[in-house]
């Protein structure tokens, strides 16, 4: 069975669910999970083979497994697997446990850099979206420790909870790797505010952008 993360409604959390409970985002959402399947099964295929490149490189570099999951904390507190390229070294986190990214991460490999600044290493997730775990635009899911803990030091970080997370987002293309927690959740809560098709497009094309040339990306 999932887990859940509970927590109590804030006033300011109210207004956000009284916000995405407009008639507009019923109708969206039904749209946003069609595009959702659609653009990740066909994604999957040219993805697939730059993931089997990946593969090599990863295993070139470093041994240990390619892949590796996670859980992570998805819509309305409920947790679901993701799985994704090694980035790290293994067991990179053995000794100093679950640490927050940061620029000059030690634990991150040469290939890794490069995943992560062109968001490569994210790609294994399509699987996820097509489950319907995510979304393809949306804030990226969080490990259970960082959300209890952000949201016990961050006013509002679970506000990120209301709508589904996803592959890329607003903080992705506006951000980095490196960004501290608030920072992630200002524009986590920019992309709650704007929550629509236009904004959905933008940052779709935007992540192209980033995996393309890795601009606007850390």
């Known amino acids: 069975m999932e887990n859940q993360i509970s927590h109590t409604e804030t006033a300011d959390e109210h207004d956000f669910v009284t916000k995405l409970d407009q008639p507009f985002h019923h109708i969206y959402l039904p749209?946003?999970?069609?595009?959702?399947?659609?653009?990740?099964?066909?994604?999957?295929?040219?993805?697939?083979?730059?993931?089997?490149?990946?593969?090599?490189?990863?295993?070139?570099?470093?041994?240990?497994?390619?892949?590796?999951?996670?859980?992570?904390?998805?819509?309305?507190?409920?947790?679901?697997?993701?799985?994704?390229?090694?980035?790290?070294?293994?067991?990179?986190?053995?000794?100093?446990?679950?640490?927050?990214?940061?620029?000059?991460?030690?634990?991150?490999?040469?290939?890794?850099?490069?995943?992560?600044?062109?968001?490569?290493?994210?790609?294994?997730?399509?699987?996820?979206?097509?489950?319907?775990?995510?979304?393809?635009?949306?804030?990226?899911?969080e490990r259970p420790i960082f959300t209890q803990q952000?949201?016990?030091?961050?006013?509002?970080?679970?506000?990120?909870?209301?709508?589904?997370?996803g592959l890329s987002g607003y903080a992705q293309v506006h951000g980095g790797y490196d960004d501290t927690p608030a920072q992630k959740l200002a524009n986590d809560m920019y992309y709650i505010e704007h929550f629509g098709v236009l904004t959905d497009i933008e940052i779709f094309f935007e992540t192209i952008r980033v995996v393309v040339t890795g601009d606007g990306a850390r």
């Open 150 to 165: 952000f949201s016990e030091d961050i006013e509002g970080f679970e506000q990120r909870l209301l709508v589904k997370p």
């Open 31 to 141: 749209f946003k999970r069609l595009f959702d399947l659609i653009f990740a099964t066909l994604l999957m295929i040219p993805a697939s083979i730059i993931i089997l490149i990946f593969m090599i490189l990863v295993k070139l570099e470093t041994p240990g497994k390619c892949f590796y999951s996670q859980e992570r904390v998805g819509l309305m507190g409920q947790s679901f697997k993701v799985t994704k390229l090694r980035s790290m070294y293994s067991d990179a986190e053995k000794k100093s446990g679950a640490m927050w990214a940061k620029k000059e991460d030690p634990r991150v490999t040469r290939i890794g850099h490069f995943m992560r600044k062109t968001r490569v290493d994210e790609l294994p997730q399509l699987w996820s979206v097509v489950k319907g775990d995510m979304s393809l635009i949306g804030p990226r899911p």
